[in-house]
């Protein structure tokens, strides 16, 4: 049996692959939090993913993809929502430092 290997179908549904020894291949749902690649890296050399938090210029940011405009996006924290800023570019990703993620350390946020 050999593992390992994943799936992320088109209606957002995420599958780890399993072939087993018959020959025959197994998915099994997994419930998981995807995380995307933004191309960038951070001034220490850390990639990027969507729902990172950034700390730049003394503030936290987090990274959303902005879907009617396509790019990356920083959001900050307001009024216990998070709202758009700006765009996530190459130069502010590279003076900004990833410090973690909302799934694992949200509570930087509050």
């Known amino acids: 049996m050999e593992s390992g290997y994943f799936y992320l179908a088109p209606d957002?549904?995420?599958?780890?692959?399993?072939?087993?020894?018959?020959?025959?291949?197994?998915?099994?749902?997994?419930?998981?939090?995807?995380?995307?690649y933004t191309g960038l890296k951070d001034k220490k050399g850390k990639e990027i993913y969507e729902k990172d938090i950034i700390k730049f210029m003394g503030n936290l940011f987090v990274v959303s993809y902005n879907e009617n405009e396509a790019h990356y996006a920083l959001q900050t924290m307001r009024c216990g929502e998070l709202k758009n800023d700006s765009i996530l570019t190459s130069f502010i990703a590279s003076v900004g430092e990833v410090v973690g993620n909302v799934y694992q350390n949200g509570d930087l946020l509050k």
Not at 12 to 36: C, H, M, P
């Open 12 to 36: 957002g549904t995420f599958y780890e692959i399993t072939k087993l020894r018959n020959g025959e291949t197994d998915y099994n749902e997994v419930s998981a939090d995807v995380q995307f």
